[in-house]
């Protein structure tokens, strides 16, 4: 019978949330996440040479 090894935990060099935000665009800014406020995320899926447009014709 193998012998287990006991698990090691391992940690984190730096914290993922050093201070909690106050504001939720901050928040979203020190992610680098942001949402588009144009309709530029729709262009691959109107674009016929796209792998989304091929999607959206045969499930769609």
């Known amino acids: 019978m ?3 090894k006991a698990a090691t935990t ?3 060099p730096k914290p993922l949330v050093e ?3 106050q ?3 901050v928040a979203a800014q020190d992610a680098g996440v942001f949402l ?4 530029s995320w729709s262009n ?3 674009n016929a040479s796209d792998l989304h447009f091929k ?3 045969l499930f769609g």
């Open 23 to 25: 504001s939720n665009q």
């Open 44 to 46: 691959a899926y109107w």
């Open 55 to 57: 999607e959206r014709e």
């Open 10 to 12: 391992k940690k984190s």
């Open 19 to 21: 201070v909690q935000p």
């Open 36 to 39: 588009k406020t144009d309709d």
């Open 2 to 4: 193998a012998n287990k």
